[in-house]
């Protein structure tokens, strides 16, 4: 089973600035790393694939990028809504498919 | 519009059974593969299990094996969970979610808004 480690646990940024997340695979999975953010009481929302695609209506200053292990969720320009919870996961080698254990957005 | 409405949770004893159902609207539904996956409260998401988009193939994760059965009903657009011996630790809410293709190899496009299940005495 593939583990996906997400870091930090709580990010604190300013609205504003730029916030960066980071998620790692226990081995290589190419670029087959999702994004999604959660809003508390919500059903998660499909944010990147392919590690770098955004999906439909995802608005810019979302971007990934990575491959292999190592990937990073980049936010430019923090909204109020931007502040939540974020799982990476991976879809390259399943079953399972595995999720990172979150990390969660606040405000500084 | 792609909608996908979960229904069948709530509260049941341990080692008692409950199924749940998701039906599927605003799209060819048996071009996807589907999936249920869970979250138990305050904590973070597991996939729970697959069926292909003919139903012809299942996975599970090791936790529900042997316990949980999924299904499909192309011509009705619906996925079930049949979850037999259920513990407190299948506590969370259950989402139903699309894959985005017909592969496996595909991340989770589409989600509904989860039904809760408690298993408590």
Redesign the interface.
């Known amino acids: 089973e593939i583990v996906m480690t997400q870091s930090p646990a709580t990010l604190s940024v300013s609205p504003g600035e730029r916030a960066t997340l980071s998620c790692r695979a226990s081995q290589s999975v190419s670029t ?1 790393l ?1 994004w ?1 953010q ?1 809003k508390p009481g ?5 944010l990147i ?1 392919g590690a770098s695609t955004r ?1 439909t209506g995802i608005p810019a200053r979302f971007s990934g990028s990575g491959s292999g292990t190592e990937f990073t969720l980049t936010i430019s320009s923090l909204q109020s809504e931007d502040f939540t919870f974020y ?1 990476c ?1 991976q ?2 080698n ?9 990390t969660k957005l606040e405000i500084k | 519009q792609v909608q996908l409405v979960e229904s069948g949770g709530g509260v049941v004893q341990p080692g008692r059974s409950l199924r749940l159902s998701c039906a599927a609207s605003g799209f060819t539904f048996n071009n996807y593969v589907m ?1 249920w ?1 869970r979250q138990a409260p305050g904590k ?4 729970v299990a ?1 069926i292909s988009y003919d139903g012809s193939n299942k ?4 936790s529900v094996k042997g316990r949980f059965t999924i299904s499909r009903d192309n011509p009705e657009n619906t996925v079930s969970l049949q979850m037999n011996s259920l513990e407190p630790d299948d506590t969370g809410v259950y ?1 139903c ?1 699309r894959g ?1 293709g017909v592969s ?11 039904t809760l299940v408690t298993v408590s005495s």
């Open positions: 087959k999702a999604y959660q919500q059903a998660p929302r499909l694939y999906a799982y996961q879809y390259n399943w079953p399972p498919y595995t999720f990172g254990q979150g | 999936h996956v973070g998401l597991e996939w697959l996975f599970y994760a090791d989402f979610a985005s496996g190899w595909d991340p989770f496009d589409r989600w509904g808004q989860g």
